[in-house]
C-alpha cells in the first residue's frame, strides 16, 4: 500500500511538471509571440547559408546553347534588322563583364568589312545563360556621284557636291588652267560628275 503511495505521488509529481512547462510555453508565446520565428532562422544549418551565398556570389556565365540575337541599326534609312547566331567558341563561360569587354575590344579594332559597312557603335542590351542581346550601329556612307570645283590658294580643290565633304586636294596649279576653265572654277564648277572629273583630272596631268 505504501508503495502504491509512493508511485501515485510520483506520478502526480509529473504532471504537475508537465503541466507546469507547458503552461510556462503558452504563456511564453503569448508575450513574445516573434521569438520562436526569430530562433528558428537562427537555426539555418551553415551548410544552406553558404549555399545560398554560393549562389549570390557566383556570376551567370554563358554556355554553349546560349543564343546570341544581333540587333543592326541603319542610322541613316533608320532600317532595323536582326539576325540570331550560335555564340562564338570564345564567349563560351563568360560572364557579363568578360562579354562588355570583348565587345570593347572589338570596337576598338573592328574588322575590314565592318569598317566598310559603317560601323559606328556596338553594346550589350541584355545578358543570361539563356540568351544575349547585343546591338549595333551603322553609318554606310554612299559614294557622291557628282562633284563641284574651286580654286582655293590657287589649287584646284575637289568637294562632294551633296555633303560638301573634302573629296581632293589636287596639285594643279589654278594659274596654268586655260582663261575659260579658270573662270568656271573660279565661279563654282557644280554638277561634275566622276566621268568628267576623272577626264579634267587626266587631262591636267597630261599637260
Known amino acids: 500500500m505504501r508503495r502504491l503511495k509512493r508511485i501515485s505521488f510520483f506520478l502526480y509529481s509529473c504532471l504537475l511538471f508537465a503541466v507546469g512547462f507547458y503552461g510556462h510555453y503558452k504563456i511564453e508565446q503569448w508575450f513574445y509571440p516573434g521569438r520562436q520565428t526569430i530562433i528558428s532562422q537562427n537555426e539555418i544549418p551553415f551548410s544552406q547559408m553558404q549555399s545560398a551565398t554560393q549562389a549570390v556570389s557566383v556570376p551567370d556565365r554563358l554556355r554553349a546553347d546560349t543564343k546570341l540575337v544581333v540587333k543592326n541599326t541603319d542610322q541613316v534609312s533608320r532600317r532595323q534588322t536582326e539576325e540570331i547566331k550560335s555564340l562564338p567558341l ?56 557628282t562633284f563641284f570645283l574651286q580654286i582655293e590658294e590657287n589649287r584646284v580643290i575637289v568637294y562632294e557636291e551633296d555633303s560638301r565633304v573634302l573629296y581632293l586636294q589636287t596639285a594643279i596649279d589654278a594659274r596654268t588652267l586655260p582663261s575659260g576653265v579658270r573662270r568656271q572654277i573660279l565661279n563654282g564648277w557644280h554638277g561634275v560628275s566622276k566621268a568628267e572629273l576623272e577626264k579634267f583630272l587626266v587631262s591636267q596631268t597630261e599637260t
Open 90 to 145: 570564345r564567349l563560351i563561360g563568360c560572364s557579363r563583364k568578360e562579354v562588355e569587354d570583348e565587345i570593347r575590344h572589338y570596337q576598338d579594332a573592328p574588322p575590314l568589312t565592318e569598317l566598310q559597312q559603317g560601323l559606328l557603335r556596338m553594346e550589350l542590351v541584355s545578358f543570361s545563360p539563356q540568351q544575349i542581346v547585343v546591338s549595333k550601329t551603322y553609318r554606310k556612307l554612299q559614294q557622291a556621284e
